[in-house]
């Protein structure tokens, strides 16, 4: 059984940036991705982006492009998700998967506990 531990998260202002971490306890297979999804109150789950295990090679949604990126370091590493320039349509919790990619919600394995991350001045 997988884990995924995150961390990060809180309130931050409109503008700023936020980078959550997302560990897991066992070493993913090469085809594999581990990802990021939000939900905000009274809407569905969005994806927000995710990372092949394999070949570490990132995608994430248009609506955060150019704002977010995900990035790990080696394969022992978390997975982050650095967050800039933060709307306060960001606002949402933030729970970290773990699935065979390409990852979609419908595809995720495993979930993380969820974060809550609240842009607001």
């Known amino acids: 059984q997988v884990q995924l531990t995150e961390t990060g998260g809180g309130v931050v202002q409109p503008g700023g940036s936020m980078r959550l971490s997302c560990a897991t306890s066992?070493?993913?297979?090469?085809?594999?991705?581990m990802g990021w999804f939000r939900q905000a109150p009274g809407k569905e789950r969005e994806f927000v982006g995710y990372?092949?295990?394999?070949?570490?090679?990132?995608v994430v949604a248009d609506s955060v492009k150019g704002r977010f990126t995900i990035s790990r370091g080696d394969s022992k590493s978390p997975v982050f998700l650095q967050m800039r320039d933060l709307k306060s349509e960001d606002t949402a919790v933030y729970y970290c998967?773990?699935?065979?990619?390409?990852?979609?919600?419908?595809?995720?394995?495993?979930w993380g506990q969820g974060t809550q991350v609240t842009v607001s001045s």
């Open positions: 998967g773990a699935g065979p990619g390409p990852l979609e919600a419908s595809r995720t394995r495993y």
């Open positions: 990372i092949r295990w394999g070949s570490g090679v990132s």
């Open positions: 066992e070493r993913l297979l090469s085809s594999w991705a």
